[in-house]
């Protein structure tokens, strides 16, 4: 089972990215899925996170407006999309698939790791 994270890369402030998160050897379309970040001297951090079906959705408090969780389940992707990106917003951005079907804010309740993709803004 891997999950591959892909859409990351250099931005202005301001400017927008759209990553994206492949499931491959097994469908994760029953689980919740979520996306986290680590900044450089950081704890990896909550972003975003969807529950199985895509109805539920949570955003952490500092890109809330600004970031969209979405997932197409044919596909076994999730994605988000950034908008109006902050300097603030550079990390290590990671994927994550739930043990269970609802997303959630917690490492602990995800299983499965992708390998991160870097995010830099630029001011």
């Known amino acids: 089972v891997q999950l591959q994270a892909s859409g990351g890369g250099l931005v202005q402030t301001g400017g927008s990215l759209r990553l994206s998160c492949v499931a491959s050897?097994?469908?994760?379309?029953?689980?919740?899925m979520g996306w986290f970040r680590q900044a450089p001297g950081k704890e990896r951090e909550f972003v975003a996170s969807i529950n199985w079906n895509g109805g539920n959705t949570n955003y952490a408090s500092s890109v809330k407006g600004r970031f969209t969780i979405s997932r197409d389940n044919a596909k076994n992707t999730v994605f988000l999309q950034m908008n109006n990106l902050e300097a603030e917003d550079t990390a290590v951005y990671y994927c994550?698939?739930?043990?269970?079907?609802?997303?959630?804010?917690?490492?602990?309740?995800?299983?499965?790791w992708g390998q991160g993709t870097q995010v830099t803004v630029s001011s």
């Open positions: 994550a698939g739930s043990r269970y079907a609802s997303g959630s804010s917690e490492v602990r309740a995800y299983a499965k």
């Open positions: 050897g097994r469908t994760f379309s029953n689980n919740g």
